[in-house]
C-alpha cells in the first residue's frame, strides 16, 4: 500500500479532520503545537489552508486526496475497507445432497 498525500483543509469553522486523533479538531495553536508537529503523518501546513498529511489510506482515494468537509472524512474514516473488494460470492461452495 502506497501513502497517501492528504491536504485537510480548514472549514468555515477553522476545523480539519486529524487521523492521529480520529476526530474533527480545531485547527488552532494547540492542535499544531501538540499534535500536528510531532506527529509522524504531518506533511506541512497546506500553504496556511489547513493540514498536509501523509498515510497509508486503504480507500480507492487519489493521492493528493483534497479533504473540504472534515464531518464527512471523519464518517468515512469510521469504516473500514477492504481494498481491493473482495466476491465473497466466488468463495461458496455447492454442495449436492
Not at 480548514?10 to 508537529?37: A, M, P, T
Request: a negative charge; glycine letters at 6%.
Amino acid at each position: 500500500m502506497q501513502p497517501v498525500h492528504h491536504r485537510n483543509l480548514k472549514d468555515e469553522s477553522g476545523r480539519i479532520y486529524c487521523c492521529l486523533r480520529n476526530k474533527v479538531v480545531k485547527l488552532d495553536d494547540r492542535q499544531e503545537h501538540e499534535f500536528c508537529r510531532g506527529c509522524s503523518m504531518f506533511a506541512g501546513d497546506a500553504e496556511g489552508q489547513g493540514v498536509d498529511c501523509v498515510w497509508e489510506d486503504l480507500r480507492p482515494v487519489a493521492s493528493p486526496y483534497v479533504v473540504r468537509d472534515p464531518a464527512k472524512e471523519w464518517l468515512s474514516n469510521q469504516t473500514r475497507h477492504i481494498w481491493p473488494p473482495i466476491n465473497h460470492l466466488s468463495t461458496l461452495m455447492v454442495v449436492p445432497n
